[in-house]
T-cell receptor, first 115, second 114 residues
Framework: EPEVTQTPSHQVTQMGQEVILRCVPI?????FYWYRQILGQKVEFLVS????????KSEIFDDQFSVERPDGSNFTLKIRSTKLEDSAMYFC?????????????FGQGTRLTVV | GESVGLHLPTLSVQEGDNSIINCAYS??????FIWYKQESGKGPQFIID?????DKRQGQRVTVLLNKTVKHLSLQIAATQPGDSAVYFC?????????????FGSGTRLSIRP
């Protein structure tokens, strides 16, 4: 069964450092998303991406965040200068159509720990 | 406004019994509702969805009920099994000006008693 894969599974970084979280969406999917989940809290929307541009972003997704689809398979989330409060699970998701019309598939997540 | 809330943060059910997880939402414009299951250390997994033009939809051992009048969504799991232990999130669609997103609720932890 096709799946969304994320690497690394766990990333530890020092405050102020840049991190890049990587995702390989399902191959025939066209819509891509990043969500995050602070420990014990709900899953929060960060950004959606379609046709090589951001479709929508949340208030959380400030200038420190960026997304990119550098090639035909990867979808990355970059945090330019990490803060302690960026520590969370980051989930990538993809869907064949807009997430409001169809099932979205989530990856296993990357646990980001900022120290 | 955008919010999805849950009536109970935890639910303990006897194995074999039916489970009912409830959720309230506030955005009247939402037209797509989803239940996700999240097991420990994993990402959310789609369970079942329902559109606003329906009030009930059934899947394998699961049923979702939608009451738009009171903005209430529920997930029923029949004959609950140990493998059903997880956190369950309701979510709903929100259509922005140019795209769309899913808003998640805060989750209900379902635990199964043997």
């Amino acid at each position: 069964e096709p799946e969304v894969t994320q690497t690394p599974s766990h990333q530890v970084t020092q405050m102020g450092q840049e991190v890049i979280l990587r995702c390989v969406p399902i191959s025939n999917h066209l819509y891509f998303y990043w969500y995050r989940q602070i420990l014990g809290q709900k899953v929060e929307f960060l950004v959606s991406f379609y046709n090589n541009e951001i479709s929508e972003k949340s208030e959380i997704f400030d200038d420190q965040f960026s997304v990119e689809r550098p090639d035909g398979s990867n979808f990355t989330l970059k945090i330019r200068s990490t803060k302690l409060e960026d520590s969370a699970m980051y989930f990538c998701a993809s869907s064949v159509r807009q997430i409001t019309n169809t099932e979205a598939f989530f990856g296993q997540g990357t646990r980001l720990t900022v120290v | 406004g955008e919010s999805v809330g849950l009536h109970l943060p935890t639910l303990s059910v006897q194995e074999g019994d039916n489970s009912i997880i409830n959720c309230a939402y506030s955005n009247s414009a939402s037209d797509y509702f989803i239940w996700y299951k999240q097991e420990s250390g994993k990402g959310p997994q789609f369970i079942i969805d329902i559109r606003s033009n329906m009030d009930k939809r059934q899947g394998q051992r699961v049923t979702v009920l939608l009451n738009k009048t009171v903005k209430h969504l529920s997930l029923q799991i029949a004959a609950t099994q140990p493998g059903d232990s997880a956190v369950y999130f309701c979510a709903f669609s929100y259509r922005g000006s140019s795209a769309s997103k899913i808003i998640f609720g805060s989750g209900t932890r379902l635990s199964i008693r043997p």
